[in-house]
């Protein structure tokens, strides 16, 4: 997220001093991405337009796979980045800053439970990539969500999302609505904007609701 937001501010005309003093700028430099989702495919073609010397992707599957959608990986491919598939990143190496990566090559074995296969490490099997910049793009996780705010009684997932009612999108705090990707987990901007009117129209109903009983009451 920070190359990305970094490059996208820069292309905005802001100041990034990250960015010019060439930090989170891939200019010049042999680029190592490693993922295969949506993520790692903005970070490859980030790099290829930021003049990057070479963009590799490491993913631990192969093609058949990966998350990440097909077309963006053509595109990527066609746009010169080198996907070395079946491959997991094991140790980084230099001085003061990166300059190689060991990776292990990787076998995959019977499918998980997301039924894809699961990736398993062939022994003896390392080798090295020069790298000057890796970026991380492993996906990510929500945070201790009831301690971030301050509401231990706020009930969660098992995936640490926050729970809503189905219909109401209203959280077990009375009056508290969620919506987007802090309900459904890593999504998409469609269904953000989706569960956002979704929940704008709740919250009218709810409040339509408290004014409607304390007008009854009176
Ligand atoms: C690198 C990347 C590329 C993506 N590319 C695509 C794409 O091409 N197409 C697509 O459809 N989707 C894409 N997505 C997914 C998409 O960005 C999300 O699904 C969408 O932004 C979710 O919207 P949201 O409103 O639920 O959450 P967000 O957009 O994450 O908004 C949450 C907001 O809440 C703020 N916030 C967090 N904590 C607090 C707090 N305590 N108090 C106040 N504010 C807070 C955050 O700063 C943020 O502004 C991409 C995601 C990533 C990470």
Do not use: H
């Amino acid at each position: 997220m920070e190359f990305l937001t970094a490059s996208n501010k820069k292309g905005l005309g802001d100041k990034v001093e990250l960015f010019d003093k060439g930090i989170l700028n891939a200019e010049g430099k042999d680029i190592v991405v490693i993922g295969g989702g949506d993520t790692a495919m903005d970070c490859v073609r980030t790099s290829v337009r930021q003049k990057a010397k070479s963009v590799k992707c490491l993913y631990r599957r192969d093609k058949e796979n990966m998350p990440g959608s097909a077309r963006e990986v053509a595109n990527a491919e066609e746009e010169g980045v080198e996907f070395v598939w079946l491959s997991s990143p094991k140790k980084f190496k230099g001085t003061n800053k990166v300059e190689n990566l060991i990776v292990d090559q990787i076998q995959l074995g019977e499918p998980d439970d997301s039924g894809r296969r699961r990736p398993q490490i062939k022994q003896g099997s390392e080798f090295e990539i020069k790298a000057d910049m890796v970026i991380k793009a492993l996906g990510f996780d929500p945070e201790d969500l009831p301690y971030l705010f301050d509401a231990k009684e706020l009930q969660v997932t098992k995936w640490g999302t926050v729970k809503t009612d189905f219909d109401t999108m209203e959280t077990n705090l009375k009056g508290v609505f969620a919506a987007g990707d802090i309900v459904r987990g890593a999504s998409l901007v469609v269904w953000a904007i989706k569960d956002g009117r979704d929940a704008a129209v709740a919250m009218k109903t709810y409040l339509e609701n408290i004014k409607l009983k304390k007008s009854k009451v009176a």
